[in-house]
Structures are given as C-alpha cells and as structure tokens.
C-alpha cells in the first residue's frame, strides 16, 4: 500500500509517533512519504530525553521512506531543510496526496 503522513505539527510526542507509526508501516512492506508543513518543518528542534525523534527520523530514512519539507514553511522560518529531507512545494503535497492509498495527518 502506498501511504502518505502530513505533518504540521511541533509537538515532539505527536511527530515522534508520526515517525513510528510510518517506521512500523515500512518494516510490513509499505510504501511512504511523509510532507512537513506549517510548525512540521520545525522537525529538527523537536528532540527530548523521551521523544526521540531523530533516531525514528533515521529509521524512517534507512527503511526507505522519504521526507519532503515544505520550502515556503522553511523559508518563512528562515530555516533550512531538515536533514534528510528534500525541499518541496505543493505541487509535491498534491502528488503525495493522488498517488496514496491512504493519508495520515499528525
């Protein structure tokens, strides 16, 4: 099944389930991608002794999933792409959303 995670969040519990649940998607043989939009991009930052978020991040990555950021968003914060995500638009938002089985929002 092809899945497709919105993220537009900066709660460091809700992206960090984001992640697992996309995590344990992959390892069943699913395919994802995952869009950060809004407080979303701000992925990098979001990190806590309990909230792990990049170890899922990397996961997420090594299994194969991909991460697209929403470069207005980024821009707006004057940030730059979280690493290991491409820079996107919505143009890529709406492919994500027409090729997925199914969308997830956190």
Known sequence: MKLGI?????????????FRYGNFAL????ELKVFLIGKGVELESLDTEVFNIKEQR???SVGG???FACGTCLGLRRMEAPAGSMVATLKDLYEIVKESDRILTF
């Not at 919105?6 to 984001?18: H, P, Y």
């Not at 390892?27 to 699913?30: E, H, L, P, V």
């Open 27 to 30: 390892a069943t043989g699913d």
């Open 58 to 60: 990397q996961a997420f």
């Open 65 to 67: 999933g991909k991460i």
């Open 6 to 18: 919105v993220i537009s969040s900066n709660d460091s519990e809700t992206v960090w389930n984001a």
